[in-house]
């Protein structure tokens, strides 16, 4: 595992913008730029430059020591056409009435995932109330830079929850997959800059193990 770790990495230093660790809050990028609509995420977000908040969602099994996580799969619906299929992690852009990007990750919960599911994330997420990392991308001429949390549901009765709560009609597809699976994928596999958050993850918290 060590040198599929590293392998992920390399792929990582390459394709990731900025990751800056624990940044302060009071140093998020302005979201109130306007943007003339000539590119799928400038029509969407009609801003220069937005910001998201997502959540990296997982639990390790005690007794085998596996790792599994909770991700959207973009449904044929999904306006932006080129990501349809691709799998993402939850969450989504802050609106200007979100308070802070946890409250932001809190209101995606309860518009993408069953009540129940919905509910332990939240709890689990107010105990996680900085991002345990910042990436920052481009995206089809829009600076976009994600507050990714890090939430792991470590009781295997909320586990169960979770994995089998569904995405609303109005999201995508949950998909589950192991560590091994994510090092097996690639870049194509994955929305936005999706991939490299991910990546840096594994490559975080599971290098050499």
């Not at 005690?62 to 993402?88: I, L």
């Amino acid at each position: 595992m060590e040198e599929k770790a590293e392998s992920i990495e390399d792929r990582v230093d390459s394709a990731v913008g900025v990751l800056d660790e624990h940044e302060s809050m009071d140093e998020s990028a302005e979201r109130i730029a306007p943007k003339d609509e000539t590119s799928n995420y400038a029509a969407a977000s009609k801003y220069a430059s937005v910001e998201g908040a997502l959540a990296v969602i997982y639990h390790i099994n005690k007794e085998t020591r596996e790792t599994e996580f909770y991700f959207e799969t973009k449904s044929p619906n999904y306006s932006f056409t080129d990501y349809v299929g691709k799998n993402a992690l939850v969450g989504g852009v802050i609106d200007p009435t979100d308070k802070s990007p946890l409250e932001a990750l809190v209101r995606e919960f309860g518009e993408e995932i069953q009540e129940e599911g919905a509910r332990i994330l939240e709890k689990i997420a107010r105990n996680n109330t900085e991002p345990c990392y910042i990436g920052e991308h481009e995206d089809g001429g829009v600076n976009v830079r994600d507050y990714v949390f890090k939430l792991e549901v470590k009781d295997d009765d909320e586990w169960e929850t979770v994995k089998n709560s569904k995405m609303t009609n109005d999201a995508g597809y949950r998909t589950i997959l192991t560590r091994d699976d994510i090092v097996k994928s690639d870049n194509s596999d994955w929305a936005f800059n999706h991939y490299s958050l991910i990546s840096k993850f594994v490559n975080d918290n599971y290098r050499g193990k």
